[in-house]
């Protein structure tokens, strides 16, 4: 059985990946980034936790979905696809966080203005793309509400006071909307400096954060 410790292996494998980006072997990278979903799904699927299978199946799904992205956005042609497949991602990580909401009784209150802050930023921030997304400007903001709703799942999911865990997963909810705000700042108003290694820093810590945090959460309910 898999523990915590053996996620070492991802995070040598995101190494590898952002130095290929550094040193402009992006060719290699094909073997790397394809890799780090599948690492996270293994550890899901053989770590020492009793998730039950109803939630592992979607948080499995969200990693499936995640994989199939990272794969198609390394071809520039097929970022549509690629934003597609990551947008199913959302709604699968939305579902496995709001399952976690409610059964986690007394189920977590609403908090209002994180909400509402939460809404602020992503409308800022499609306000300042909008003039230039053209004619992706539906799909890209229907993408950033998935976001949205992702941070709202998992801040709505956990009693962060008994259930510190929580915090994880929620990190990774916004570390994986910067990733995506760095993107589209990059492709559609003007390239950002170590823009790409910045986007799959973020990126990896989004996904570890969401998957640990979550798995985690699942290990101590259940020894409790």
């Known amino acids: 059985m898999l523990r915590p410790k053996h996620l070492i292996i991802y995070f040598l494998v995101l190494l590898a990946d952002i130095l290929l980006i550094a040193f402009g072997k992006t060719e290699y990278r094909y073997a790397t ?32 979905f995640s994989s199939l992205g990272d794969d198609l ?21 939305c579902i496995f966080f709001l399952k976690i909401r409610y059964s986690n009784l007394p189920v977590p209150l609403c908090r209002y203005p994180y909400i509402l802050l939460n809404a602020a930023v992503v409308i800022l921030f499609l306000l ?78 989004a996904q570890w954060g969401l998957v640990y945090g979550s798995t985690e959460y699942f290990r101590v309910k259940i020894n409790r």
């Open 33 to 64: 980034k394809p890799l780090l979903m599948i690492l996270l799904a293994v550890y899901v699927l053989y770590t020492n936790i009793k998730m039950p299978r109803s939630f592992r199946i979607f948080l499995l799904l969200a990693l499936f």
């Open 73 to 93: 956005l390394l071809f520039d042609h097929l970022f549509l696809p690629g934003l597609g497949s990551f947008f199913i991602a959302q709604i699968m990580y």
């Open 128 to 205: 300042f793309l909008l003039p230039h997304l053209g004619s992706l400007a539906v799909p890209v903001i229907a993408y950033a509400i998935a976001l949205f709703f992702l941070v709202q799942c998992t801040l709505h999911a956990f009693h962060f006071r008994r259930q510190p865990y929580g915090w994880y997963s929620l990190i990774g909810a916004i570390l994986f909307v910067i990733s995506d705000a760095l993107i589209a700042t990059g492709k559609f108003y003007h390239p950002l400096p170590a823009g790409d290694i910045l986007v799959m820093l973020t990126y990896g810590f």
